[in-house]
Nanobody, 121 residues
Framework: QVQLVESGGGLVQAGGSLRLSCAAS????????MGWFRQTPGKEREFVAG????????YYADSVKGRFTISRDNVKNTVYLQMNSLNPEDTAVYTC??????????????WGQGTQVTVSS
């Protein structure tokens, strides 16, 4: 059983930066692949970024490549999403997710509650 709690969201102007954090409970954090998703009203949830158990491999949606960076600290049981060069299209609720398997075909095992990111023009 894993609980995920996001923080770091807020209001920022276009071109600005934010860093999101996701704190995980338990002693098995390093056994999960982690990721970030986002959702805008009227749209389906979309994948943003993912990271392997050791942090050695990362994956990004095309829309955020070169602007966002995902990282993790397995000692602190925390995953981060550094977001730079934000634009209004990045406005969404960002949610942290954990999966026991790194297979892209498997379902997410645990979801956080989400944190709001709003980018003004």
């Amino acid at each position: 059983q894993v609980q995920l709690v996001e923080s770091g969201g807020g209001l920022v102007q276009a071109g600005g930066s934010l860093r999101l954090s996701c704190a995980a409970s338990g002693r098995t954090f390093s056994s999960y692949v982690m990721g970030w998703f986002r959702q805008t009203p009227g749209k389906e949830r979309e994948f943003v970024a993912g990271i392997t158990r050791s942090g050695g491999q990362t994956y990004y949606a095309d829309s955020v490549k070169g602007r966002f960076t995902i990282s993790r600290d397995n000692v602190k049981n925390t995953v981060y999403l550094q977001m730079n060069s934000l634009n209004p299209e990045d406005t969404a609720v960002y949610t942290c997710a954990a999966k026991r398997s790194g297979d892209t075909t498997t379902n997410v095992d645990y979801w956080g509650q989400g944190t709001q990111v709003t980018v003004s023009s």
